[in-house]
């Protein structure tokens, strides 16, 4: 059976959960998450849950299960240990007409709960129709690591200026084409530094240029740490997957390089500073996102910190991150 996905609006919507336990800990999260008004029969609440009731964050139905709790509810989760039970109220809740989840049979569920990696607005939900969740845990895992926090902000930049988009891009593939530009642009760079401002007026000037005139790309000043790949931080291997073209200094282990995307181009960088500076501002101006890398902590210490300010005067969108030098030093090229 292939499960049709579909995001629901619970907002301010009643949803009824039978059991307190861990499971339902988690659901009940999601779910108040989403504002959904939250209704908990069980016999007996976890801490967590105890406490989210006595802050007035969810009501507690007593006594015996009563079949018209289900009234005007949109959707039942069924989380208590005991199958019996929770089959019995899936039945129930499906002869009304009403989604069901039922948290150990995936089989009688109408409604089942992915995995989420949450940058809201923005969600990725992983699913694997009850196959195997775990799996779909180990999927999320791996792309929390991938997708930045600063997405989020991103999404609702596009969706604060939608009407300005619009307007500016009347026909579809026009507007397709700026998106992809704008998504590859230096707006990103400049969110996930935490520099809103900036990333709105980047934002505004990209709506405003002419299509063929706009060719910003963006530098990252990349501190590569002790050498061992395995101590390059989240921020700098994100940046490293993305970069179309990587300047990597001489003396770098090349265990770290093969850490960056397979297809990027790779040039040595110029021992002189003059030279160097000109082949980074040449291929972000050209559109590129480009990585400089060099071992260390090195862009936020002398005399390479100077950079990024001699980036930015030449109107290069210019990021730094930091290296981390706990590990022991590495020999180049090991
Ligand atoms: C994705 C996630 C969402 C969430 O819950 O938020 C989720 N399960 C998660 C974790 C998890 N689930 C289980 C363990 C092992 C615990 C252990 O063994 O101790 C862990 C790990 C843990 O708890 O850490 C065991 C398990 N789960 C189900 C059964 C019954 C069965 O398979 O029939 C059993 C066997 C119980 C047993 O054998 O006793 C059933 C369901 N679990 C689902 C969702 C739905 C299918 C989703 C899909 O397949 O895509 C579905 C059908 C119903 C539903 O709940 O909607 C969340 C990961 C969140 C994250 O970290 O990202
Ligand atoms: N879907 C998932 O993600 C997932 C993950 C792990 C386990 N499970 C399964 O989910 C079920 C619940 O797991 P848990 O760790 O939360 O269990 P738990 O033992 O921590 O909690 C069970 C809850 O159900 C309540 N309960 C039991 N019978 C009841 C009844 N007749 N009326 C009212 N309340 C009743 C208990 O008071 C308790 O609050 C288990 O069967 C487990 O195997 C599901």
Same mark, same amino acid.
């Given at each position: 059976?292939?499960?049709?996905?579909?995001?629901?609006? /619970?907002?301010?919507?009643?949803?009824?959960? %039978?059991? @307190?336990?861990?499971? &339902?800990?988690?659901?009940?999260?999601?779910?108040?998450?989403?504002?959904?008004?939250?209704?908990?029969?069980?016999?007996?609440?976890?801490?967590?849950?105890?406490?989210?009731?006595?802050? @007035?964050?969810?009501?507690?139905l007593?006594?015996?299960f009563d079949p018209a709790w289900l009234d005007g509810?949109?959707?039942?989760?069924?989380?208590? +240990?005991?199958?019996?039970?929770?089959?019995?109220?899936?039945?129930?809740?499906?002869?009304?007409?009403?989604?069901?989840?039922?948290?150990?049979? &995936?089989?009688?569920?109408?409604?089942? *709960?992915?995995?989420?990696? +949450?940058?809201?607005?923005?969600?990725?939900?992983?699913?694997?129709?009850?196959? &195997?969740?775990?799996?779909?845990?180990? *999927?999320?895992?791996? /792309?929390?690591?991938?997708?930045? !926090?600063?997405?989020?902000?991103?999404?609702?930049?596009?969706?604060?200026?939608?009407?300005? *988009?619009?307007?500016?891009?009347?026909?579809?593939?026009?507007?397709?084409?700026?998106?992809?530009?704008?998504? +590859? @642009?230096? %707006? #990103?760079?400049?969110?996930?530094?935490?520099? !809103?401002?900036?990333?709105?007026?980047?934002?505004?000037?990209?709506?405003?240029?002419?299509?063929?005139?706009?060719?910003?790309?963006?530098?990252?000043?990349?501190?590569?740490?002790?050498? +061992?790949?395995? #101590?390059?931080?989240?921020?700098?291997?994100?940046?490293?997957?993305?970069?179309?073209?990587?300047?990597?200094?001489?003396?770098?282990?090349?265990? %770290?390089?093969?850490?960056?995307?397979?297809?990027?181009?790779?040039?040595?960088?110029?021992?002189?500073?003059?030279?160097?500076?000109?082949?980074?501002?040449?291929?972000?101006?050209?559109?590129?996102?480009?990585?400089?890398?060099?071992? @260390?902590?090195?862009?936020?210490?002398?005399?390479? #910190?100077?950079?990024?300010?001699?980036?930015?005067?030449?109107?290069?969108?210019?990021?730094?991150?930091?290296?981390?030098?706990?590990?022991?030093?590495?020999?180049?090229?090991?």
């Amino acid at each position: 059976m292939t499960l049709f996905p579909l995001l629901a609006d /619970l907002s301010g919507r009643p949803v009824l959960v %039978v059991g @307190g336990g861990e499971v &339902a800990v988690r659901k009940i999260e999601a779910l108040l998450r989403a504002g959904a008004r939250v209704r908990v029969h069980a016999r007996a609440l976890d801490p967590v849950l105890q406490g989210w009731l006595e802050q @007035g964050r969810l009501t507690r139905l007593d006594g015996e299960f009563d079949p018209a709790w289900l009234d005007g509810v949109w959707l039942l989760v069924a989380a208590t +240990d005991d199958h019996a039970f929770n089959a019995r109220l899936a039945e129930q809740a499906h002869a009304r007409g009403l989604w069901a989840n039922v948290v150990d049979d &995936a089989q009688l569920s109408s409604v089942q *709960i992915p995995a989420v990696v +949450d940058r809201a607005p923005l969600q990725v939900a992983i699913s694997s129709g009850g196959a &195997a969740p775990m799996l779909a845990r180990r *999927i999320r895992e791996r /792309l929390e690591i991938e997708l930045d !926090h600063s997405l989020g902000d991103f999404a609702t930049l596009f969706a604060r200026h939608r009407d300005a *988009i619009r307007k500016r891009f009347p026909a579809l593939p026009q507007r397709r084409r700026w998106f992809d530009r704008v998504i +590859d @642009g230096p %707006v #990103s760079v400049l969110l996930r530094n935490g520099r !809103h401002e900036d990333a709105e007026r980047a934002f505004r000037d990209a709506l405003e240029s002419d299509r063929d005139d706009d060719n910003a790309g963006s530098v990252a000043l990349v501190g590569a740490g002790d050498g +061992d790949p395995g #101590s390059l931080t989240l921020k700098a291997l994100r940046v490293l997957n993305q970069a179309d073209v990587l300047v990597c200094d001489p003396a770098l282990p090349a265990a %770290v390089i093969d850490m960056a995307r397979r297809d990027a181009t790779r040039l040595t960088a110029p021992q002189d500073r003059e030279a160097l500076v000109e082949l980074l501002v040449r291929h972000a101006g050209n559109a590129m996102r480009v990585a400089y890398i060099k071992a @260390g902590d090195a862009f936020r210490m002398a005399p390479d #910190s100077a950079l990024r300010a001699v980036l930015e005067r030449r109107n290069v969108v210019c990021e730094v991150i930091a290296g981390v030098c706990d590990g022991p030093a590495r020999a180049p090229g090991a």
